[in-house]
């Protein structure tokens, strides 16, 4: 069994941290937060800072919201890096830059130890059902020895390449999830205001080549008007400017992921940073002049 720190332990990394203690592993955790009583009495040991946490484990990792949330984990006083000795290994399971990943593995790789960009897919939902979806940048060597910790938390598990690809991975997931997200919005106002039943529409889509998880999930919180989230908008803006700095510093363009992030600002002007990203259909039916009713979702 192993000696593993959990620095983060928000919406994801709670119970992504109790499938830890579960399967057996010694778990030291931190977060400024505090840590929830439930994972302490399920036996987690709480350290007072990350730098104690990283001194009495093997395997760190992170779970925490953005690039400057990691910086400040691993580089700030008290933070991971001085609680290092040479031969562990760093995990980062957060969303975070590709780019800044890159330094912060070099940095830790100059400490003696080893570095994976880890970020998830798959939602709170994945993470209480142990599903997610871990695409993992780093040697293999680490790989391999990190894995059997990963096949506790999520199912479908790749090691993609080297740091950085891992994160670079995620801010795909991301343009594709938007993106669809934007299409089902279109296509479930498109059907409303011409008269069909929104709801009815997405289940004779659902056996069709336009099927998708976001039909499923997110075209039924749009019918059935649940923005409660799930992942907020302020995270997935988050993502998107990943992908729209990443794609201007490669000479990319990017137009329609550019369009999505106009749509989660322009929602987010609107008092919804704290919606489920499926929220951005409301600013679609906004421009529409209509908003997606359903007959048969009606009580
Ligand atoms: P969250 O805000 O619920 O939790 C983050 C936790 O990190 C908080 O408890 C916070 O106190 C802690 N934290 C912040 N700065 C810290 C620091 N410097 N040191 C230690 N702890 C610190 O966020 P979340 O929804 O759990 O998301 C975490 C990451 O996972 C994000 O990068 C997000 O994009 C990604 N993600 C989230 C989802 C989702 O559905 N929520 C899905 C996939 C990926």
Not at 50 to 61: L, S, Y
Not at 235 to 244: E, G, T
Not at 263 to 280: P, Y
Request: charged share 15%; hydrophobic share 45%.
């Amino acid at each position: 069994m192993s000696k593993i720190g959990f620095i983060g332990l928000g919406i994801m990394g709670r119970p992504m941290a109790g499938h830890l203690l579960a399967g057996g592993h010694t778990l030291y955790a931190f977060d400024p937060f505090g840590v929830s009583p439930e994972l302490v009495e399920k036996g987690a040991i709480v350290g007072k800072n990350a730098a104690e946490v990283a001194k009495n484990a093997d395997i760190i990792i992170m779970m925490v919201p953005d690039t400057p949330n990691v910086e400040d984990a691993l580089f700030s006083a008290g933070g991971i890096a001085e609680g290092l000795t040479a031969g562990k290994i760093v995990v980062d399971m957060s969303s975070i830059s590709p780019i800044e990943t890159k330094v912060f593995a070099k940095k830790i790789n100059d400490l003696g130890c080893d570095y994976l960009d880890a970020p998830v897919s798959g939602g709170d939902v994945g993470a209480k059902a142990a599903s997610l979806t871990i695409m993992v940048g780093g040697p293999e060597a680490a790989f391999n020895t990190v894995l059997p910790i990963f096949q506790l938390m999520g199912k479908n598990i790749t090691l993609v390449g080297g740091n950085g690809d891992g994160q670079t991975t995620k801010v795909a997931n991301q343009i594709i999830v938007a993106l669809t997200i934007e299409a089902v919005g279109e296509a479930l106002l498109f059907a409303s205001k011409a008269g069909a039943d929104p709801a009815k529409v997405r289940q004779a889509l659902m056996g069709g080549f336009a099927n998708s998880r976001i039909l499923e999930v997110h075209g039924e919180r749009m019918v059935k008007r649940n923005f409660e989230p799930g992942f907020r908008i302020a995270l997935h803006q988050k993502d998107l400017n990943l992908a729209l700095q990443g794609a201007r510093n490669l000479g990319l363009s990017l137009p329609n992921t550019a369009t999505c992030q106009e749509l989660f600002n322009a929602a987010a002007a609107a008092g919804g940073s704290a919606w489920d990203h499926s929220g951005m259909v409301r600013v679609l039916e906004k421009l529409a002049n209509h908003e997606i009713s359903s007959p048969s979702q009606a009580n």
